[in-house]
T-cell receptor, first 110, second 118 residues
Framework: GQNIDQPTEMTATEGAIVQINCTYQ??????LFWYQQHAGEAPTFLSY????GLEEKGRFSSFLSRSKGYSYLLLKELQMKDSASYLC???????????FGKGTRLHILP | NAGVMQNPRHLVRRRGQEARLRCSPM?????VYWYRQLPEEGLKFMVY????????ESGMPKERFSAEFPKEGPSILRIQQVVRGDSAAYFC????????????????FGQGTRLTVV
């Protein structure tokens, strides 16, 4: 079966740093995605990792370890607008479907 | 370049009626995915299609639900004889064909159709 786990909720303070973890067990692996979704809106693409290591993009960074089935999304200099759900997703190699975790709701406190 | 277009944005149906949800992928995209999202939950995979082909429908209920992506026109998710439990947001995403040499082939999402069954 396919399984993607991430914490249900997290809380952080404006200006701080937060790390959202994701572990996965899938029948194949062809890349890991992070998406941001504000309430009532469509998910928007944040990052993509297919090789081990860290990908940095502005205030957001994403890390992947394929051997450990583990990724994290790092958000720096948190802003109130970062309050959203963050979805970890894996493209399964065999047939290219993308499977999502249940998402982590991030609350930012002033 | 228009994004993924879904319509309608909101759909209200009475129990027993049919719901038709449409998705036009981004220009040049030949892969379409349908997901269902219940309030406060993640995206649940339903079906994955290429033009005129269903690749994977393992997430779609065997009864009442069907999906197609014809050679011409949008992808359609069809729910027959809707029940209250079908009320959810249905998101469509599209991506490029596998093998296209890009840095990534992320899926771009439409704004979703919010189905309410009364």
């Amino acid at each position: 079966g396919q399984n993607i786990d991430q914490p249900t909720e997290m809380t952080a303070t404006e200006g701080a740093i937060v790390q959202i973890n994701c572990t996965y067990q899938t029948s194949g692996f062809n890349g890991l995605f992070w998406y941001q979704q504000h309430a009532g809106e469509a998910p928007t693409f944040l990052s993509y990792n297919v090789l081990d290591g860290l990908e940095e993009k502005g205030r957001f960074s994403s890390f992947l370890s394929r051997s450990k089935g583990y990724s994290y999304l790092l958000l720096k200099e948190l802003q109130m607008k970062d309050s959203a759900s963050y979805l970890c997703a894996v493209r399964v190699n065999r047939d290219d479907k993308i499977i999502f975790g249940k998402g982590t709701r991030l609350h930012i406190l002033p | 370049n228009a994004g993924v277009m879904q319509n309608p944005r909101h759909l209200v149906r009475r129990r027993g009626q049919e719901a038709r949800l449409r998705c036009s992928p981004m220009k040049g995209h030949s892969h379409v995915y349908w997901y269902r999202q219940l309030p406060e939950e993640g995206l649940k995979f339903m079906v994955y299609l290429q033009k005129e082909n269903i690749i994977d429908e393992s997430g779609m209920p065997k009864e009442r639900f069907s999906a197609e992506f014809p050679k011409e026109g949008p992808s359609i998710l069809r729910i027959q004889q809707v029940v209250r439990g079908d009320s959810a947001a249905y998101f469509c995403a599209s991506s490029l064909e596998r093998g296209v040499p890009l840095a990534n082939t992320e899926a771009f999402f439409g704004q979703g159709t919010r189905l309410t069954v009364v």
